[in-house]
């Protein structure tokens, strides 16, 4: 895992240039995805996805900024909606 704008140069690094007028989006899930049309697309694709597995494991680890989960919990409390307000909000989005 790491900043999502060194994603290009990540998988340049491991020989996977995205072209220039391609969606990076796309091009990185046509390179980690298996192709179930043949046998032999099965195997290349999974083989490819297991160097890159490789490769990730040698990696060293990326600090994330979501390590710390900052910002993301609430406050926990034991206060649950009342049975109206859970009758009423279902109601509401049955009628939506």
């Not at 994330?64 to 909000?89: I, R």
Request: hydrophobic letters at 35%; charged letters at 30%; glycine letters at 2%.
């Amino acid at each position: 895992f790491g900043p999502a704008k060194q994603t290009l140069e990540y998988f340049k690094k491991n020989n996977y240039h995205c072209p220039v007028q391609e969606n990076p989006a796309d091009y990185f899930l046509d390179i980690i995805s298996i192709d179930f049309s043949s046998r032999t697309r099965k195997a290349l694709t999974t083989a490819k996805i297991d160097k890159l597995v490789a490769y990730w494991e040698k990696e060293p680890e990326i600090e994330s900024p979501w390590d710390d989960h900052t910002g993301l919990q609430s406050e926990e409390t034991n206060e649950k909606a009342s049975w109206f307000s859970q009758v009423f909000w279902v109601m509401h989005r049955e009628t939506i």
